[in-house]
């Protein structure tokens, strides 16, 4: 759906347009299995073999947990590499100390304090591992391993932020990676001769690269931090899931991993939203690209190549530079990602494994803060349901600036959960999938403010885009905000739905509310957060009619 034309708050696309207690770590899943004592535990200090090198690693933020920081998955992306698929990683002599966060991608850093910035580098494609004690590759019952994708869109975006902390999933039974990967120009530059010079007729996708580079890495090392490479979940929030949703399409990393977790998340392949949030692709970014390079004034890629970093960061996100040539996201190249999404969805292609996604309360354009005059409520009605707008206010009426204001926010947020289910009866019935889709609506509000996480809102307001990234990773231990009882309950229980899914493709377990299964002939979701119940897709059935008549009549499908 098309943004409302006045509402103030942060909603999913208002946060994606700038660039600006250890309770939950005390309960191990029943469902997972126990490393055998015979096993020989791992430790910070014992070296694990990988196929570059030897590493050690440093205490995590709980006990027992062992983190591995900044290994390389990858060589440096500057110089001849830029905008190129990954080269293998250099090896090492000797034992590396992974105890220091690699450095992050370039990026804008404007209005970030210089204290929660990392180093900033081309030589930036690196990961981390939270494992926890036992953890061993002799292990009879290697662990599931989750891999997180970061969210944001061009600023913040870097692995080592502590609101992706693993440990408490890795004291869960967990492996945990978190890693960089190549944003913005970096990431989603598509050109003519990159095309070219790539032979697969297409190029932009460099940062999904990354990812299946990463994931490459995992499947030949991990065993040895006791991880099991044929239980990989790829989870990832708002852009991060969008590289998910690309890779359920792509051929590249097929087998590399086995279940998949879209936070904020998966919409139905024919609703606007596709036309301007992260989980959308261009299809015609090569203009853009030819853009880029006349104002960058450089008139082929080795001089492209061989302007410095800071120069393409300065003048891509300076004030009132140009919009053709500084939009970068992802592109439908044709190789990475080969078909639309609705393509895949009809030409059975799309990855049949279990699916765990869902959206949030205060996003979609809804807001807590939102305000909206009933002019302008009306103004969106007919200019986005045309001769439907009448029944459209009949569902949501409004007489009254503060009514106009709620109701567009019920409509948003009916429109959000239709919108993910109906994506979801796609995927088990026009793609005739047979794995599982679990789908979610986060309703509960983080307390008070973050200045730990630069990626985190200054301004969040309610159930915000990506608020529930807390409670996934349950590690309100590495945050300054002031949660409370409630929210430990919260995370423990949502980070136990997580790791159970990442061992089983099925988030329930023992001692958790019950979580059904998308069925396609019953519409709805599970509330997560403030309660943990079964909630209809809409507030009525006539709600749900109508919004399901809309998305499926558009025109467009992405």
Known sequence: ?????????????????????????????GTLPQTPASATPTTSHTPIRTRSGLVTGAPAALPGVTVYKGIPYAASTAGENRWRAPRPAPSWQGIRRADTWGAACPQPVTGIAADKIPPLSEDCLNLNIWTGAGSSPSSRDLRPVFVWIYGGRNSAMWASQPVYDGANLAAKGAVVVTYNHRVGA??????????????????????????????????????????????????GWSHGSSFVNILMISKLARGLFHRALLSAGVQYTKDPALGHVAGGYAQLAEANGTAFATYMGATSLPELRALPADEIVTKVYAQGAPAAGTSFGNVLDGHVLPRTYTAAMKSRTEYDIPVLTGNNKDENGASPTLTMTVAAYETYAATTFGDQAADFLALYPATTDAEAAAQYNN????????????WGTQFRTTAANRSPVHAYWWTHVPPGQDTTNPIEPANGAGAYHGAEKYYFFGNLYGTDRPWTAADHTIADRTSSYVTNFAATGNPNGPGLPTWPALRTSKPESMELGDHFAPLAAADSAGKYAFLKGYLEGRGTEY
């Open 186 to 235: 970096f990431g989603n530059l598509a050109h003519p001769a990159l095309s070219s010079e790539g032979g697969h007729g297409g190029s932009g996708n460099w940062g999904v690269l990354d990812t299946v580079a990463a994931l490459r890495w995992i499947r030949h090392n991990i065993a040895a931090f006791g991880g099991d490479p044929e239980r990989v979940t790829l989870a």
């Open 1 to 29: 759906m098309n943004p409302s034309p006045s509402p103030h708050g942060v909603g999913r696309r208002a946060f994606l347009g700038r660039t600006a207690g250890v309770t939950a770590g005390t309960t191990l899943l």
């Open 411 to 422: 409509y948003a947020r009916d429109e959000e959960r239709v919108s993910t289910f109906l």
